[in-house]
């Protein structure tokens, strides 16, 4: 099978033929459609974060596929079957995480194309219980994206509490950002996107937020408090001041949800306005099984619509390029 490996960070990936995997106990093997291309993805592969995967890997948790092979044990999915493997590649189940719904603070979690080798290949291997099946009529381009940008974004609008009426910040509109705009829209939320491109807010604007703020020209806090303030911001743009900016612009009770993982990144906290304010910093980490299975029925039921382009594998090297540059307009996603 082909499939793109990081031998070193900050280094190329290397195109390479590798021997099919072979599915052990609970485990299944997928021959891959479609895998979406994460920022996660370039941090995995330069090694920008304090815990680091071990080279040689292969990156890639939106990988979408057929099951082609079933290892020992799995019952509940068969040959044929179309299912998704996202970051959460396995949880221990018997944690107080996980027996409380919150299987994505597992500390024994293994992780998809960090910890184990991920979707940027012909084929995958996957544990059989958190293996998503993708409802009928999803087309696997679109499950990849969902199976991420997606399942992330909506949990951190469960996380916020949004609800309608509410005003929600969506900084940073790409691959999570314009899925996020969305899953507002659906709660009844009047939507505030904000980021410092044109065809991203343009497709902020298309997708149905309610106020596009162009952050190169406006401070997203002054526009946001003219509104009364944000009861919640996502936020998504791998940007410490982006952060900062929407912090600001809540409004009194209101909750930053920090999403994006700038390498490195801080930000500063004033305690006298954020005790004064009552307002709260909330981490959210993607989401669970639950989560996805809702991500899936919501875009079944033509809730939901993916922005894509399609690129071959072999052009990985150039398509990192292309967002750290901030060129792609939405998600990339590799066909196999």
Not at 66 to 78: C, F, P, Q, R, Y
Not at 101 to 115: A, D, K, V
Not at 182 to 191: D, E, L, P, R, S
Not at 193 to 201: E, F, G, R, W, Y
Request: net charge negative; glycine share 12%; aromatic share 6%.
């Amino acid at each position: 099978m082909k499939a793109a490996v990081v031998h070193s960070f900050g280094e190329p990936l290397v195109i390479e033929d590798r021997p099919d995997p072979d599915p052990g106990p609970g485990q299944v093997r997928i021959r891959v459609e479609a895998s979406g291309l994460c920022h996660t993805d370039i941090h995995a592969a330069h090694g920008d974060w304090p815990v680091k995967p071990n080279p040689p890997f292969v990156p890639g948790h939106e990988g979408v596929g057929i099951v082609e092979a079933l290892g020992s044990g799995v019952t509940h999915l068969a040959v044929g079957q179309r299912v998704a493997v996202p970051w959460l590649g396995w949880a221990c189940g018997r944690c107080e995480h996980c027996l409380s719904g919150w299987e994505t603070l597992c500390e024994q979690q293994q992780n998809t194309g960090y910890g184990v080798d991920g979707g940027y290949a012909e084929k995958m291997l996957a544990h059989a219980d958190f293996a998503q099946p993708v409802p009928e009529g999803i087309d696997p381009r679109d499950a990849a994206p969902l199976t991420c940008a997606g399942v992330t974004t909506y949990k951190a609008l469960k996380v916020a509490g949004v609800g309608p009426t509410q005003l929600v910040a969506i900084s940073g509109i790409g691959g999570l950002g314009h899925l996020a705009v969305q899953y507002a829209k659906i709660a009844g939320a009047t939507v505030a996107a904000v980021d410092v491109t044109d065809d991203k807010l343009e497709l902020a604007a298309e997708l149905g937020a309610d106020l596009v703020i162009d952050a190169r020209k406006d401070d997203p806090a002054e526009v946001l408090k003219r509104y009364g303030g944000a009861h919640a911001a996502i936020a998504l743009a791998v940007d410490e001041q982006a952060f900062a900016a929407v912090n600001r612009g809540l409004r009194r009770g209101g909750k930053l949800v920090m999403v994006a993982l700038p390498a490195h990144g801080t930000i500063r906290v004033p305690i006298f306005d954020t005790v004064l304010n009552g307002t709260s910093v909330i981490g959210s980490i993607v989401g669970t099984r639950q989560d996805l299975a809702e991500v899936f029925a919501l875009h079944a039921a033509g809730r939901t619509r993916v922005i894509y382009e399609t690129r071959p594998l072999d052009t990985v090297n150039e398509c990192i390029d292309e967002i750290l540059r901030g060129q792609v307009k939405a998600r990339i996603v590799f066909e196999m």
